[in-house]
């Protein structure tokens, strides 16, 4: 579903999947700011699969995983 300003308002942390959702977010709720974070903590996008082949969408999944994985161990300690 769609990114709303409520959405941002609730939110304790935010991560996106790219620069430009990060931009997006900052221009819809520009206090949103300090708690806004790429998914990829090196910054690296990650690429829509839309349309790809099945391989990228299961890399692209796997990826997620990961990275989500991640995060979270990152958030809990």
């Known amino acids: 579903r769609a990114l709303t300003p409520a959405m941002l308002a609730e ?4 991560l996106a ?3 430009s959702h990060v931009a997006a977010i900052i221009a819809m709720d520009p206090s949103a700011a300090d708690r806004v974070y790429m ?3 090196t910054g690296a996008d990650i690429p829509d699969p839309l349309g790809a082949s099945q391989a990228v969408y299961d890399q692209t999944a796997a990826r997620l995983h990961a990275l989500i994985r991640r995060r979270m161990a990152d958030l809990l300690g």
């Open 11 to 14: 939110a304790d942390i935010i």
């Open 17 to 19: 999947m790219s620069a």
């Open 39 to 41: 998914l990829d903590p």
